[in-house]
């Protein structure tokens, strides 16, 4: 039986991966921002004779369309033909644009020159952003809702510049933020789900521009929320009711066994983690690889201070301690990593955490009908966080079917916590 059970297991977690591997593998080729960037000297697509990939600013009027600027740097040989070829210049233009790029189909008013050795491609594109809340307008001409399309940064630096006498009011993600401008770099990529808002400025005009963002944004979070964390959802509710029924172990560990083990684990996957990101990037730390391993961290935190102070805890007391594990393993992201905090990682590592309290309040006697409640939406709230979401265009049910790793990472890892939570219980009494 329990080879049936295993087999079973290795061929879930099989066919997960081979999902993930059809993703990426059936994901199109990068839509560029920039459509005629690129090294040309380097065997990249761009300019005939370019010597560096470029430059793109994006410049927003008062009625929302926008001037696109491309700066490409070429040899002065290229220069020169350039300068008294007209002709060869144009060409050179036409034969430089990328088949993806952003503003595929909405490019218009094309007018290309030679500025020293630089050659410079304007064009306008309408309808980039739209109005808010408020005085706050919304750049939302990047998102792609539940496309597959990814962007590539051919060109060095892309900024957005919002009318002058505005502010940009959020913070775009992989973005720098100087006043009326977000930058974006080669080397720091470009979201799938980039938007911009900008307006008058100040603590108004950043609450109207994240209340923008959040009125465009919140139906679709929340339905895809709904449909693609549903039956994750389910599933660790049912492993939270589990652990109120099931006691296997609770006589053969005491808590300091117990304690010493999470923290063992913790540890262990915590110093995993870091080691694997770091040699798999070799790069130095790797952002996923320090949200996997905050977790670890906040694991072995929490079992340690849970065999500590427990003794002098009831339910509510181990729900406060499962909330300052999930803090304190997001700060470690923050500090190691930097923002963002993945939602994953936190809500995921939430739901496991409150398996120490439902325990507690199981061997008391009661099933915490709340706390299971809230480990069970950590999967909706997680969806929500990253909506929209899609896999080869299908809709966020498939989505949802890719977490089930994490909801069995909830139940491997969730029970010691629970039986920890039920010895605690038994001591004090």
């Excluded at 977690?13 to 994901?27: K, M, N, Q, S, Y």
Aim: glycine share 14%; charged share 15%.
């Amino acid at each position: 039986m329990r080879t049936v059970r295993l087999a079973a297991a290795v061929l879930l977690c099989a066919l997960l991966g081979v999902a993930g591997v059809a993703t990426v593998a059936g994901a199109p080729p990068p839509t560029q921002l920039c459509g005629v960037c690129g090294d040309g000297l380097a065997g990249e697509r761009g300019i005939d004779g370019s010597t560096e990939p470029g430059t793109l600013d994006i410049y927003v009027d008062d009625d929302g369309d926008s001037r696109w600027q491309a700066r490409v740097p070429v040899t002065d040989s290229a220069a020169e033909r350039y300068r008294t070829n007209t002709t060869a210049l144009e060409a050179a233009v036409d034969d430089a644009w990328t088949r993806y790029h952003a503003a595929d189909g909405d490019v218009r008013s094309v007018e290309t020159v030679l500025e020293n050795e630089t050659v410079v491609v304007n064009y306008a594109v309408d309808g980039v952003a739209r109005r808010g809340v408020g005085d706050t307008w919304l750049v939302d001409y990047f998102a792609v809702g539940t496309s597959n399309a990814r962007y590539g940064l051919a060109a060095d630096r892309v900024t957005i510049h919002t009318p002058e006498g505005t502010t940009v009011t959020n913070r775009p993600a992989r973005a720098s933020v100087d006043g009326n401008a977000a930058t974006w770099t080669r080397g720091g990529g470009f979201d799938r789900q980039t938007r911009v808002t900008y307006g008058s400025g100040g603590v108004l005009g950043t609450a109207s521009g994240y209340a923008t963002i959040g009125l465009d944004t919140g139906p679709t979070a929340l339905s895809h929320g709904v449909s693609g964390g549903l039956v994750p959802g389910l599933l660790i509710g049912i492993v939270g009711i589990a652990i109120t029924r099931i006691d296997w172990g609770v006589t053969d560990f005491d808590a300091t066994t117990l304690e010493r083990l999470i923290v063992v684990v913790g540890v262990l996957g915590a110093g995993g983690f870091l080691v694997v990101g770091a040699v798999s990037t070799g790069n130095g730390l790797a952002p996923g690889a320090v949200a996997l391993a905050s977790l670890g961290i906040g694991y072995a935190l929490l079992g340690s201070a849970a065999g500590r102070v427990g003794g002098r805890l009831e339910t509510r007391g181990f729900v406060g301690l499962s909330v300052l594990a999930t803090v304190a393993a997001a700060g470690v992201t923050l500090l190691l990593a930097g923002p963002p905090v993945y939602a994953f990682p936190a809500l995921f590592g939430l739901a496991t955490a409150l398996c120490l309290p439902i325990g507690h309040a199981a061997e008391r006697g009661r099933t915490a009908v709340a706390l299971i409640a809230v480990a069970a939406l950590t999967p909706i709230a997680a969806i929500a966080a990253v909506a929209p979401v899609s896999v080869l265009g299908y809709g966020p049910a498939v989505y949802g079917l890719l977490l089930l790793p994490w909801v069995a990472s909830v139940a491997v890892f969730g029970y010691p916590l629970a039986l920890l939570g039920r010895r605690l219980a038994i001591d004090t009494d």
